[in-house]
């Protein structure tokens, strides 16, 4: 059989009924518009999203909220409370949990300006808010000088900005919490959301000295393994930690910072399935209502030798050229959709997560930068799920009147 | 050799029941051009259907060249359609969106010919009934002649067996309805074509060479001239 006459006959058919055409090309448009549009949003905002937690290389936080403590010239972020350290000791580096990262993030006044420091364990380099030894888009970039070493003592590495701003060099001191720290790097941190982000990140343990209130965090990283049960894991802490922690998970991040819960993405699919899904009648009842129009000339094939497969086929590749055409579109207004939508979106790191002072001289941002996820994959999807669809109208329409004798289909001409 | 062998065919109209056939015997030889003749409604139609495997008989049977085609499913029905038949219509019956040589290759499109080999074989058959100036032309930009034309090239395009043609130049004046029958004629004498016509007209079934009457469903008169 010669597929390319097939395409040509399908073809002058649907310029004929260019009226039915359109009308069946716009509501597959449409229903690959939702569809592709629904899933190109929820993975343009889950990427944004989840990439402060993907970027620290963490599953779960634990940190506990609470009042603010008493002004002093350092004291903890506004709404952190002190985790006692000893709480994880047992908890990293077993099957269940492979890595894990205790901070202190705190504000030091100088002048009633307050900076963001935050304590890490310089050894600890896989998790946690600066991973030095960086990929692509993590963070971050030793720019000057090198990284906090594990015998440090009063050394700190800077952000970019923030020693731009204060004129801080390699070997500049630096007054935190009334003593001088010696800067010894100079880092990159990109300017993006990042949980525990800082201006001045010091050794843990000097920080600890610093807050001076025994062996504290007051956020945990915690990378979780493919098997483990976070259900498991979050008793674990709260037994040892008390039950007032919070525990912060990818998807509750998700949640928090985009309202959009599992079950939202599940209702926003399931809507987009429930439109195919009546596009579909809708498209298989205009192809039945185009073929008993044509019943006549279906008469002719038959009675010119056509099988019932060959007026099948032609009546498929019809509904498939239509699908085609309105996957393409609705793939392409998808798009438009999700750029709109991004471009006119804002989300930012929840307070109760980050707790940055408004009145810091130089802030940290805590705007999720929100790009356009738009894979081949989703491309597929919506191409796949038209021509699904115009293979199953094609199939519908024209299965019934195929299989009628000719001299019965030759009776409306 | 077309054997037609107690045939009966009955159709409903509306709710009463139409006995179209009534126990129909005869045998027509290859190469013969027989007229088909009768008023209307006596069963002309119904019968050149049933030699051509557009609809089924109720019982008895049709073997063309000692094959059963009543017994055939729809598949091998549709392929001995297109191997085998050629048919004319009175109206036509072209498609009007495709070109006169698009409707010529029609019959071709599911026998796995490529698309060039189709044209060729199409554009022979349109030169054999002198349109060979009009393949790009629609149906709806040629005469009444000119379409009845076409459909003969489309019945031919295949190279059947039998041609059956149901009241060819109903629609024809009778200058052209005459051009129509000389062609036929011609197909009938050089390329011994089997030719069934249906008509009720005296004029036509005189170029015949034999003379079957239908009344009421059953054979009256069987006449080789």
Known sequence: MSISLFFEYALKELTRRKSRALLSILGIMFSVALLVG????????????????????????????????????????????????????????????????????????????????????PDITDIGPIKPNYEKGECCEIIEGRYLQNTDTYTAVVDKEFAASEGLKV?????????????????????????????VFIPINTAQQIVNKGNIYTTVFLKLSSQADPGAIEKKIKSAAGEDVTITTSADFLATVAGMSAMTKTMAAGISLIVIILVTLFVIKSSLASVYERKGEIGVMKAV????????????????????????????????????????????????????????????????????????????????????????????????????????????? | MINIHNITKTYNKGATKVEALKEISFSIENGEMVALMGASGSGKSTLLSLIGGLDKCDSGSISVDEENISALNAEKLADFRRDDVGFVFQQF??????????????????????????????????????????????????????????????????????????????DLDSKTGEKILELLQALNQKEKVTIIIATHDDKIAQKAKRRIVLKDGKVIEDIKL
């Open chain 1, 38 to 121: 629904v899933l190109a949003v929820s993975q343009s905002v889950e990427q944004s999203a989840t990439q402060p937690m993907k970027s620290a290389g963490a599953d779960m936080l634990v940190q506990l909220h609470g009042e603010p403590c008493a002004f002093n010239t350092v004291k903890l972020p506004s709404n952190l409370n002190p985790l006692p350290a000893e709480a994880f000791n047992n908890l990293g580096g077993n099957g269940d949990i492979p890595a894990m990262a205790g901070v202190l993030e705190f504000l030091s006044f100088k002048d009633g300006h307050p900076t963001i420091i935050t304590g890490l364990n």
């Open chain 1, 171 to 199: 070997e500049s001191k630096i007054d935190i919490g009334g003593k001088d720290f010696e800067v010894v790097g100079i880092i990159n941190t990109g300017r993006t959301a990042r949980i525990a982000g800082a201006q």
């Open chain 1, 305 to 413: 030798g056509w099988r019932d497969r060959d007026v099948v086929k032609l009546i498929t590749i019809e509904n498939i050229i239509q699908s085609l055409i309105g996957g393409i579109i609705g793939c392409f207004i998808a798009y438009i959709i999700t750029y709109l939508f991004v471009m006119n979106s804002n989300f930012a790191i929840p307070q109760a997560i980050t707790s940055y002072p408004a009145c810091a001289a130089s802030t940290l941002s805590t705007d999720l930068t929100v790009t356009v996820v738009f894979s081949p994959y989703l491309i597929l999807i919506g191409i796949s799920v038209a021509v699904i669809l115009g293979i199953l109208a094609g199939y519908a329409g024209s299965k019934r009147i195929s299989s009628l004798l000719p001299n019965e289909a030759l009776r409306e001409l």
């Open chain 2, 93 to 170: 019956h072209l498609i009007p969106t495709l070109s006169v040589v698009e409707n010529i290759m029609l019959p071709l499109l599911p026998s796995g010919i490529k698309k060039a080999e189709c044209y060729s074989v199409a554009r022979e058959a349109l030169e054999k009934v002198g349109l060979g100036d009009r393949e790009k032309h629609l149906p709806g930009e040629l005469s009444g002649g000119e379409q009845q034309r076409v459909a003969i090239a489309r019945a031919l395009v295949n190279k059947p067996k039998i041609i059956l043609a149901d009241e060819p130049t109903g």
